[in-house]
């Protein structure tokens, strides 16, 4: 099953993926969105596929990414995205300072929230 929800407020947008698969672990959970964590190795995952999604989510969207999962009863994924992209310091939209940026750096990402292995507490 697949369980595919969204609702919005004033500022923001919800989106909420869940499944009855095979979930996690917490200790795969607490390290989803590390880069080059997989648990395909040899298999063809390079690990950067979460990664990828929560520096979009976080630093170019200005949003979140939460991870709820329990072995053997699935796992929910949600989003939380403003209705408007944030603006730069200059006033402008993300969009372009943050490409402009990351080329001239070699990212293709500005930086990302703290990922979650790694805020304190």
């Not at 595919?4 to 672990?25: C, F, H, K």
């Amino acid at each position: 099953m697949l369980r595919i929800e969204a609702s919005r407020n004033a500022r923001e947008v919800t989106l909420r993926v869940q499944d009855n698969g095979a979930g996690m672990g917490e200790d795969v959970r607490r390290r989803l969105f590390e880069p080059f964590f997989t648990t395909k190795m040899g298999q063809g995952g390079s690990g950067l596929g979460m990664h990828i999604v929560y520096n979009i989510v976080t630093g170019i969207l200005g949003g979140a990414i939460a991870v709820a999962s329990t072995r053997g009863e699935g796992t929910t994924v949600t989003l939380t995205l403003p209705l408007v992209a944030p603006k730069a310091a200059d006033g402008s939209a993300t969009t372009s300072p943050t490409v402009a940026r990351a080329a001239a750096i070699g990212s293709p990402f500005p930086e990302p929230a703290p990922l979650p292995s790694e805020r304190p507490g």
